[in-house]
């Protein structure tokens, strides 16, 4: 794997106490790889994002680049390494400075890591622009002058400035219009195919994860419960949360039951066992006491839950494989936008 994530956790301490926001993630991306992580908002996918390029530290655990324990650089050591991992980010406009055109907003990563000479720069920037599909007619514009799909992808752009190893793009057309997200995802989609870009993609949205992602990792509640190939996902998905996900897909047109009225689990303390039980209409008594583990159930297909003996891998890990029984219609639930995100919070 080019990326390794080692059961990392991450911790905020909140007014309202201390929130898990990650819990013992374990997974990596090869190279030359997409893989999209999966969740509702509040599960803690942008915060894996986050403390793999170390914008908040880890809690707990590792997270290695080509085999290098990136917790152990120093700030200094940290600069060359910050260059292969890139981040796109979910608001296009906060997160470019409204005071610099897309030239210099282009340039300056490559002065930074003193790349090039002034015309070597010129002509990469002209060259970016191009790539993402920009006319260099725009780039003396400042940002406020750009709509929101060319905002992104001067975003795009200068994340791809550094030529990385890893880009990571959190929730990157979340906040477009419609008719702007096909053409940003298409955009990646190219980007990804033309560079081979290793990539990991993280949304609320699991058809757009479902379209660019090779491998899908689905998030609840901190934890990892299921990493799937993206050709098993509309009819292999095995975890009752994943099988959620596919019925809510509004196009899919499957009429759902009304909203569950089961309360929902606070990231603060959630519940003992399964984390999703709350939720779950295959809930047993097992899933009330264990929490399942990671499981296989195909090649390269895990899964936790107790329907799949995932209590099993407590004693060690499982490589036996499981029959996956047939999906089941499941009740609609609202994206669980957790009260800690509006208020204040630092990494602990
Ligand atoms: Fe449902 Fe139990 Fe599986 Fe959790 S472990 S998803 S509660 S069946």
């Not at 929130?19 to 999966?38: D, K």
């Not at 514009?141 to 550094?162: D, K, M, T, W």
């Not at 996902?233 to 996900?245: S, V």
């Not at 004693?315 to 800690?340: M, N, S």
């Amino acid at each position: 794997m080019l990326l390794e994530i080692d059961r990392v956790s991450v911790r905020y301490a909140t007014p309202r106490g201390v929130l898990n926001a990650v819990e013992q993630v374990s997974v990596g991306v090869a190279r030359g790889e997409t893989l999209g992580l999966v969740g509702e908002s509040g599960c803690g996918k942008s915060s894996l994002g986050k403390v793999i390029v170390r914008l908040i530290e880890p809690a707990e655990g590792t997270i290695r680049l080509d085999g290098a324990d990136l917790g152990q650089l120093t700030r200094a050591q940290w600069l060359p390494w910050r260059r292969r991992m890139q981040m796109v980010f979910q608001d296009p406009l906060s997160a470019l400075d409204p005071r610099k055109t897309v030239r210099r907003t282009l340039t300056l990563p490559l002065e930074v890591h003193r790349i090039g000479s002034s015309a070597e720069r010129r002509e990469r920037v002209d060259a970016l622009l191009h790539q993402v599909g920009l006319a260099a007619s725009l780039a003396d514009r400042l940002p406020h002058e750009l709509s929101g799909g060319q905002r992104q992808r001067v975003n795009i752009a200068r994340a791809l400035s550094l030529d990385p190893d890893v880009l990571i793009c959190d929730e990157p057309v979340s906040a477009l219009d419609v008719s702007l997200q096909a053409q940003v995802l298409n955009l990646l989609s190219d980007l990804q195919r033309e560079r081979a870009l290793t990539s990991l993609f993280i949304s609320h949205d699991l058809a757009a994860v479902g379209y660019l992602a090779d491998r899908i990792a689905v998030m609840y509640l901190g934890q990892i419960v299921e990493v799937l190939p993206r050709d098993e996902l509309w009819q292999h998905a095995a975890h009752p949360y994943t099988q959620l996900l596919i019925e809510s897909i509004p196009t899919r047109g499957v009429p759902l039951p009304p909203t569950s009225s089961a309360e929902l689990p606070s990231p603060f303390a959630p519940p003992r066992g399964c984390r999703f039980q709350q939720r779950c209409p295959h809930a047993m008594p097992v899933c009330r006491e264990t929490p399942p583990q990671l499981t296989t159930v195909g090649t390269t297909h895990v899964v936790a839950c107790h329907l799949y003996g995932g209590g099993e891998a407590a004693a060690g890990p499982v490589t036996k494989t499981i029959a996956l029984p047939g999906r089941h219609g499941a009740a609609q639930a609202e994206p669980a936008v957790e009260p800690w995100q509006a208020e204040s919070t630092r990494s602990v």
